[in-house]
């Protein structure tokens, strides 16, 4: 998933992405970023929502300035990484 406004406190946009390996065509972007917070969380894709206040939460503590949009990334072992985009 790739979540964009969310500095927005009236609307934010979600896109879900699919990763599809030999595959290049007008409607496929490739995601690169400079500088995120990551966390790889592992207490279930219906409780995401914790990683993301405590992504959120460590930059407010440590003075790190956060971009509009986060990353979701569901793995196979059930785990979730999570990434924000830092400015």
């Known amino acids: ?51 993301h206040k405590t992504l959120v939460g460590y930059a407010v503590e440590h003075d790190i300035w956060l971009a509009d949009r986060a990353y979701e990334v569901y793995n196979k072992d059930m785990s979730v990484d999570v990434y924000y985009v830092c400015d």
């Open 1 to 51: 998933m790739r979540y964009d406004g969310l500095n927005d406190e009236t609307f934010f946009s979600m896109r879900t992405c699919l990763p599809i390996s030999g595959y290049e065509g007008e409607d496929t972007v490739e995601v690169s970023e400079d500088k995120c917070l990551h966390l790889n969380f592992t207490g279930g894709f219906s409780k995401v929502s914790e990683a």
